[in-house]
Every structure is written in C-alpha cells, then in structure tokens.
C-alpha cells in the first residue's frame, strides 16, 4: 500500500496495532520522516506517528533553505558545515523540483559583521567545505556590483559583496514527499496520533500507547526500538519515559514576515546586517518576498506559536534600515509563521549563539531521541540514528549501509534542474487555455513536481473560476494520496497558501470546506469549528501582530 490516502486510516491502524514494528518513530517533521525512509531502505519493518499533522512544527516554520550555515562558520563549527554543505547537493539531486539552486547576495557594509578579507576567505572556505562545484563557487563584488546586483541596497556605507549559491526549499513539501517515499517502502505512517504513554517489557521501551487525534481511539504499536523524533516535545516524551535528566532542550523562536513583492522587489535573495549584529535573510518567492528570522528564548506554550507585534517591529526595523527606499510597514505584512528550534542547551549561550548541532540521547529504559540539528542535514541525523539501531542488532541481523543518498524522492523523477524548467513550459502550455497563468506552472511544479500530471488530469477543463478549480484539483490528490483531514493541513502544509499565496484562501475556504464535508461526512458542529480554525489561522498570520495587545496574545 504506498499511498497515503486519507480513507486507507483505519487499514493503518488494524496493521500498526495488531503487527509488531523493527521501529516505531515519533515525530512527523523532517527528523523523523528521514529516520523512517532510512531505516525502511535497509530492511527494517517501520511505523510513524504524527501528533498532529506531518511537518506541523518546526518542519514548517523554518526559513525555508537548504544551505551551508555559512554564520557557522564563523562560530568555528567546521565539522557541520561541511556536512550540511555537501548535504545540499544530494537533496537537490534527490528532488531537484523542491530544492533549487537560489544565489545568495552578503552585503559588506563598513562595520558589518563580514570585512572584505574574512569574507573572501570565508566563502573560498564555505566553498570547499561544502564542494560546490565552480559555476556556482563565490564571486566577490565591488560596491557598483553589488548595487547592480541589488539597487535597494543603502550605497551610503557599502563597500561591495559576496555573491554565492544557496538552495531554496519548501520544507513541509519536502517532508511530506519524503513520508510518501517512505510508503513505497512500506513505513506506516499516521497524522493526528498522539503518543499518551510507552509501551514496557523486562523495563525496556517495547512501543507505545495512542490516541487518535480525529476518533479519540485508543491504539497500542508494539515495537522492538522506539525513536522520539518529536522536535520541541522531545523533553515531553522524555519526561514520560521518566528520563528527562542530564541535558535538555533550549527552545527559541523564530519568525518570517511576508510582505508582496512589489513592496520589497529584492532581484535576488539577500543576507544582510542588523541593528543587533545578527543577520537576518530576504527572499524573493513568486508573488512574495519574506524575511526573516528572529531568534529569541521560547518559554510559552510550544503548542501554539505565534508572531508577536515586537517581531514584526523587529524584522521591518531590520529591513528599512538596510533597505532605505522600501520603507515597509505593519501594513505591508500579507502573512507570517512562527516555529520553534529544539536546541541543546548550553550554560551562558544567547539563543542566537547555541549550536546547530545534533545530539542523540538514549536512556536507560532504550527510547532514542534525537533534538538539534538542521533541515540540511536531516539525511545524516537519520543515518547516525538508523546506524545506531543496527549495531544494537550486533549479530541478530547484517549491518547495511545508508543509501537514501541514491533514493529519488516523490514527484522528483527529473535528470536536472534544467529538466524541471522544461517541465514548467510544459505545464503552462495545458494549463493556460483554462485560464491559469506561468505562475500557477511554477508553482504546480515546485509544490508537487511529476505528480503536477496527476493533478492536471483532476483539473476541469473549463477557464470558468480557474483558481478554484486548480484549487479543487490539488485537493483531490492530496485527499488520496497525501492524508489530509483538516483543511489546514491543505492551505498551509500541502500547498502553502497561508504563506506565500494567502489572498487565494478566502477564495478557495467555502468550496474546499464543501469537499471536505462531502468525503468526511461532517455535521455542522464541525463544519463550523473547522472554518473557524482557517479564519484564526488567516488572523495569526496576517492581523495578530497589528493588534496593539498582540505582544500579550
């Protein structure tokens, strides 16, 4: 059974509950759905559960690059960028529709945190290190050319820059695409399973008790190893094992504004300076550009993150300061996200300072949690995680080596990038005679790559109400083959309207509300709970933040 299929639950649970697992991993993101592909690719029996949708956490809240850490290196972390720099060319090869190539402007202004020489040095370094290849190594720029590069940058203290390659990603997308791989494989997964408790044998972690999120079930998964993937709940889950000592978590915030692009018409992405001596990112994306991000302590409820007005002051301070011409306001914010980073605390650190590193903790009971790292280096944490469990099966079965690096991810069948743009030609070609445009191509493509084919053969043939249409489309695959119950599951984490599209949800919320009543047979009661829950979700994103009492939300 390699779709995920919303009305294929109930087959899932039967299984996950009366068969008995290699491993159980918890936790939906882009940890967690890396360890499952992993361990799946080399043999082991796998189920994974989500306590609320895939990729509702961090793994949708990120700024959403597959890059080198290049601030690493300046904190001497040569080891991990190294590895997430080389990282970045796999998962552009293994998706090459989701990961694309996105050059990166470092403004050097006078008293900026880069000179000249260190950059120079640095980036000659971040190049090696990482391995990118000459057409994409750095270039440096003198300040005509970096103003040529940006005119909205501030000529008054720049002295030139450093143009180099990056990766631009959708994160949710990608794990959702690597969750689908994962099903050919044949890892269970689940949404909306929440882990209440474990499951013990002679004190040894043997599963997990659950509930169902949408049926109040109650489910049992037996398993001989379980991994708590769970990002900001990790501590949580350890807490239930009775386990939570030594080291811990250091929750911090960070924040993205999205404001349209005939506001903030950067021609490239930008890492630039702030106030602060941080450095924050402005990204061009279709429609949008978005900035961000914050990166402040997180004490408040890990549930329900939100942007705070000081966020959003913050982040547009940032900008018009670099940026004088542009002069963005509260006004100009069409949406934002908010998300949390599950770091390893360290004494006497700012939240900017903490590591980015892994780190795998086991207790004496054997549940395997894993916090910290980045989006880049999913693939390798899920290594070191899945080799760990084959050395515990010492002579009970033969070590295999990782092989995602080889493994294509859904939707990415492409040879290259290039064969993506042709790709895009192409959808446009079918699809503007029913009154789309190039942007609904490159969006299609970007979001579900080959599986685009699919999606056109469910897309009416009319040019009558065209977004609501492609709209209805996309939701039909998804409701087959991408386990979407709630319809914010499909405006923020399938299709990412909430963000980089939201004028499109109001639009799209009666009829897409419709379809889910039709295929789920709700009452009114939840009807009108769940449109409720879209137009919450629209106000945190657009309007919370210009409240005057939002700081206190």
Known sequence: ?????????????Q????????????????????????AASRGLKVALVEKYDFASGTSSRSTKL????????????????????????????????????????????????????????????????????????????????????????????????????????????????????AARYGVLSLNYMEVVDFEYDAGEVKGAQCRDGLSGDALTIRAHYVVSAAGPWVDQLRDKNHSLSGKRLHLTKG??????????????????DVFDGRMIFAIPRGKITYIGTTDTDYTGDINHVVTKRSDAHYLLRAVNQAFPTVNLTLDDVESSWAGLRPLIHEDG???????????????????????????????????????????????????????????VLAGGEFADEAAVGAYVRQVEQQITPLGLTSYDAYYLV??????????????????????????????????????????????????????????????LLDPVLKEFRQRFGWDDVTYIAQREAVKTALYEASQIFKEESADHY
């Open 349 to 407: 650190k700012s939240a900017s300072e903490l590591s980015r590193k892994d780190e795998i903790f086991e207790s004496e009971t054997g549940l395997i949690s894993i916090a910290g790292g980045k989006l880049t280096g999913y693939r390798k944490m899920a290594e070191r995680v899945v080799d760990r469990i084959f050395r515990k099966e010492e002579g009970q079965r033969p070590f295999r080596e990782c092989l995602t690096d080889q493994i």
């Open 255 to 272: 924040v993205h504004l999205v404001v349209p692009h005939e506001r903030f018409p950067v021609k490239q992405a930008v890492y630039f």
């Open 66 to 181: 597959i890059h080198g850490g290049l601030r690493y290196l300046k904190q001497l972390e040569i080891a991990l960028v190294r590895e997430v720099g080389r990282e970045r060319a796999i998962v552009h090869r293994l998706a090459p529709h989701l990961v694309t190539a996105e050059k990166m402007l470092l403004p050097l202004t006078k008293d900026g945190t880069y000179g000249k020489l260190a950059t120079s040095v640095g980036l000659f370094v971040y190049d090696v290190l990482a391995g990118v290849e000459k057409p994409d190594q750095r270039v440096m720029l003198s300040k005509e050319e970096a103003l040529e590069k940006e005119p909205l940058l501030d000529p008054t203290d720049l002295e030139g820059g450093g143009y180099y390659a990056e990766y631009r990603t959708d994160d949710a997308r990608l794990t959702v695409e690597i969750i689908k791989t």
């Open 15 to 38: 299984r996950m509950s009366s068969e008995t697992f290699d491993l159980l991993v918890i936790g939906g993101g882009i940890t967690g759905a890396g360890i499952a592909l992993d």
């Open 446 to 507: 970007h979001n579900y790559g080959r599986d685009t084919d699919e999606i056109l053969d469910l897309l009416k043939k009319s040019p009558d109400q065209p977004e609501i249409n492609l709209g209805l489309a996309e939701l039909a695959f998804c409701f087959e083959h991408e386990m979407v119950h709630r319809p914010l599951d499909f405006f923020e984490r399938r299709t990412g309207r909430l963000y980089f599209n939201i004028t499109s949800v109001p639009l």
């Open 1 to 13: 059974m390699n779709s995920l299929s919303a009305f294929h639950r109930h087959e899932v649970k």
